[in-house]
């Protein structure tokens, strides 16, 4: 699992430790999430299939993408499709992914890259592998969040960050047990890259076997943990977790993870994908690729989509 390393966690800035009086946060639930096909038909993990969107709020949708080992013309991607009403992340570990979009926007992204996309009023967007990647095969694994913009930056214009794998904020824990990678957000007074409509954070945690992270939280931010790979716990009360699972935190200060002394061969480390956001607390209507606050607005949606208001491919653009 590239994404970023380093030879040694400790030449690195260290988050303190939390101070004593600091509250942990409880587990409320671990959930396994179900596979499924997304596209053209590469495989995903739903991870916040059956959680409660309150829960969730500010994130609606994750799909952990892979991990796959593709035979040659065997990588696929998903055709041209609309957003509007939110922002899709698209970070990957392993592989390379094209992007574009109707407003001629677009670019490659690989190991460690995030691609940062405000859909706001609307676009047509499409994601696939490199041609010399489907030629060849290869290994692909990433993943895509989607994060909800409240009603008044529903309407916003589109725009796109893409946030290469040396621009993230590399940090450690107190005992260098536990590489974070900052892409969006602050943590201990240090910030990421990635500049967000809603607050958020966002982090890639690779821990050591045995090791123990935890991360100071914002109070007023939920808290969610993602496990890309490996086996460990969640909390301090050390609910297990395993590749798959999601964990959600009740309220508190304090985040806390921890990897088992024992990790398969294949996986010697443990990964895990630390979110937490400020709740939005605005009604959500979702179908599809449309993530609105009303049923009217959904239909809205879906007629401009219909009538080509959403962008033509590919993208024209009128000479001045």
Not at 98 to 106: A, C, F, L, T, V
Not at 160 to 185: E, F, H
Not at 293 to 307: G, H, I, K, M, Y
């Amino acid at each position: 699992m590239p994404a970023v390393t380093v030879p040694d966690n400790l030449a690195l800035p260290r988050i303190p430790a939390p101070d004593v009086a600091s509250r942990d946060r409880p587990v409320k639930s671990v959930t396994t999430a179900p596979h499924g096909y997304e596209g053209e038909g590469f495989p995903v993990r739903r991870a916040f299939a059956g959680v409660d969107l309150a829960d969730l709020d500010p994130f609606v949708h994750l799909d952990q993408m892979g991990e796959v080992e593709y035979a040659p013309g065997e990588p696929k991607g998903t055709p041209w499709h609309p957003h509007r009403g939110f922002e899709t992340v698209t970070y990957m570990i392993d592989g390379i992914m094209e992007h574009q979009d109707s407003e001629g926007g677009g670019g490659v992204i690989t190991n460690g890259d995030t691609q940062w996309m405000t859909a706001g009023s609307g676009l047509l967007h499409i994601e696939t592998p490199p041609e010399h990647l489907v030629m060849s095969g290869g290994l692909f694994h990433g993943f895509q969040l989607w994060v909800n913009l409240p009603a008044s930056d529903k309407f916003i214009a589109p725009r796109y960050q893409d946030l290469s794998a040396d621009s993230v904020k590399l940090l450690t824990s107190p005992d260098g047990g536990a590489l974070l990678r900052l892409i969006a957000g602050d943590v201990a007074g240090h910030s990421g890259p990635g500049s967000t409509h809603t607050p958020i954070t966002m982090i890639h945690a690779t821990l050591n076997a045995g090791a123990q992270l935890r991360l100071p939280w914002r109070a007023d931010f939920n808290g969610l943990v993602y496990v890309l790979n490996g086996h460990g716990s969640f909390g301090v009360d050390r609910h297990p977790f395993a590749m798959g699972q999601l964990g959600t935190f009740g309220p508190g200060d304090v985040i806390t993870v921890g990897a088992n002394e024992r990790q398969e061969s294949r996986s010697p480390h443990v990964d895990v994908l630390v979110l937490g956001g400020l709740p939005i607390r605005e009604p959500v209507a979702w179908h599809g690729p449309f993530v609105m606050n009303t049923r009217d607005e959904l239909v809205q949606a879906f007629e401009d989509f219909s009538a080509g208001r959403l962008g033509r491919i590919p993208a024209t653009h009128d000479e001045g």
